[in-house]
């Protein structure tokens, strides 16, 4: 059976994104009088994955435009007013692939997901032979890398002569991140800029450990900033002068202030997710806004919640991946490195921009649980964790997080992939906290 996860259709190419599932689901998705912009990324497989999503679309009445291999955010650029359909697997190994769908620049919500998986599940089948789609091409590449750059220019700094390097992972931001951050002006060096399914040059998840090059370039030459991106340019991570990681959530901090103080609404709302940084809520508060949080992977949904209250969106990430939404309701990676850009021109560097925020230790782990057991752990644990840490405030929309009083905090929620609950904590006394809630987690797990 096909399953959205959290990101769309995600797997091996060989028994789960087949380009039968492609056809199965251009069947489910199109429909007659609808336009369908097509991209892929760099991955071997995407050419035959595209020929078999675009035969299930036509037959099913739509007509397809192809852009051909693209960052994911151009395709979703290209969707506004339309449709659109991005096969990548993100940052996942080569041997796999995946399905992404848009609606008007924005992912589809889980609505629209259950309503293609009720489709496929009934079965699909072609329209009337005479209803069927045409298929086209369109570039849209440069129109979208300009668009990124004009809205850049909305923010502070002039990025001329700053010297960034930028590791592609031989990924989709190869042909968008570096021609944008030229065209604002700034020195650019790269790093596996050329697309490569294979991605000879480091695994296409940006961590730590596989930006190790970029980090040791940047360490070692005379360079401001380094900028790594996953394989489809919808991730960003940012590297300092001295070639060390920033935090995913301190980025994440940096951006929600100062889209909070540009607003000029009267109730700014930055929407995140559960696993985020209490860090972000104290530079989002200190700005005049506040912070509203949504399920992992749902950041279109929390804004239009937001919207639909009548509340103003200033900006919407997680951990690694925005949303801006004045420009757009994608996650894009190249928006954000352009923006970024220009705040570190403005402050002179990455260390004034992180000078206001409050770091503290942040550690996640992963507590073993068969997936039969999580339901019933995780219901002893909306009692258990609370009783355990009674100083705190407690939310259980998407797990359970436990605020304390001294900026701390602790979330719980289960895998949706693998056999565990996992943990996330932040606190200036992170093994104390990691060990007592962790008890507390094996404790339900064994019942």
């Known amino acids: ?33 609808m336009t369908v912009v097509l991209g892929r990324d760099g991955r071997e497989t995407g050419g035959a994955l595209a020929d078999a999503m675009a035969a299930g679309l036509e037959s099913a009445g739509a007509d397809v435009i192809r852009l051909g291999v693209v960052p994911t955010p151009t395709v979703a650029f290209a969707s506004q007013d339309r449709y659109g359909v991005m096969l990548t697997a993100s940052h996942n190994p080569p041997p796999d692939n995946g399905i992404k769908l848009f609606e008007d620049g924005v992912e589809y919500d889980r609505g629209a997901e259950t309503r293609i998986e009720t489709a496929l599940q009934d079965g699909t089948n072609p329209a009337e032979w005479d209803a069927w789609g045409e298929s086209t091409t369109e570039s849209v590449l440069d129109r979208y890398r300009e668009a990124v750059v004009e809205y850049a220019r909305r923010f502070e700094g002039d990025p001329v002569g700053l010297r960034v390097a930028v590791d592609c992972g031989n990924g989709m931001a190869s042909v968008a991140t570096p021609q944008v951050l030229s065209n604002l002006g700034a020195a650019v060096t790269t790093l596996n800029a050329n697309v490569d399914g294979h991605f000879p040059g480091r695994g296409s998840k940006p961590t730590p450990e596989t930006l190790s090059d970029l980090r040791a370039f940047v360490a070692d030459g005379p360079y401001d900033v380094g900028i790594g991106h996953d394989g489809d340019a919808d991730r960003i991570v940012i590297v300092d002068e001295s070639g060390e990681v920033v935090h995913e959530d301190t980025i994440l901090a940096i951006l929600a202030e100062r889209y909070t103080r540009k607003n000029d609404a009267a109730d700014p709302v930055v929407v995140t997710t559960p696993n985020a940084s209490a860090r972000i809520d104290e530079r989002v508060e200190a700005a005049g806004g506040r912070v509203e949080r949504v399920r992992l992977g749902a950041l279109h949904e929390g804004i239009a919640r937001v919207r639909e209250s ?48 409050t770091e503290r230790p942040y550690r996640k782990v992963a507590v073993d649980c068969p997936d039969e057991r999580k339901e019933a752990t995780m219901a002893r644990l909306e009692t258990t964790l609370p009783a355990a840490f009674s100083e705190a405030a407690v939310e259980t929309d998407y797990g359970v997080r436990l605020e304390r009083p001294d900026g701390s905090w602790l979330l719980v929620r289960p895998s949706g992939t693998e056999p565990y609950i996992r943990l996330y904590a932040e606190s200036e006394e992170i093994d104390a906290l990691i060990a007592e809630a962790t008890a507390v987690i094996e404790s339900a797990v064994d019942g």
């Open 1 to 33: 059976m096909i399953r959205f996860g959290t990101a769309g259709i995600r797997g091996p190419v060989r028994d789960s994104v087949t380009p039968a599932t492609c056809l199965a689901v251009g069947q489910a998705a199109g429909e007659a009088g």
């Open 310 to 357: 009548g509340g103003t969106v200033a900006f919407a990430a997680e951990p690694w991946k925005h949303i801006h939404p004045a420009f757009g309701g994608w996650i894009d990676g190249v928006a954000s490195a352009a923006i970024l850009t220009r705040l570190v021109t403005d402050a002179g560097g990455i260390a004034p921009l992180r000078e206001p925020i």
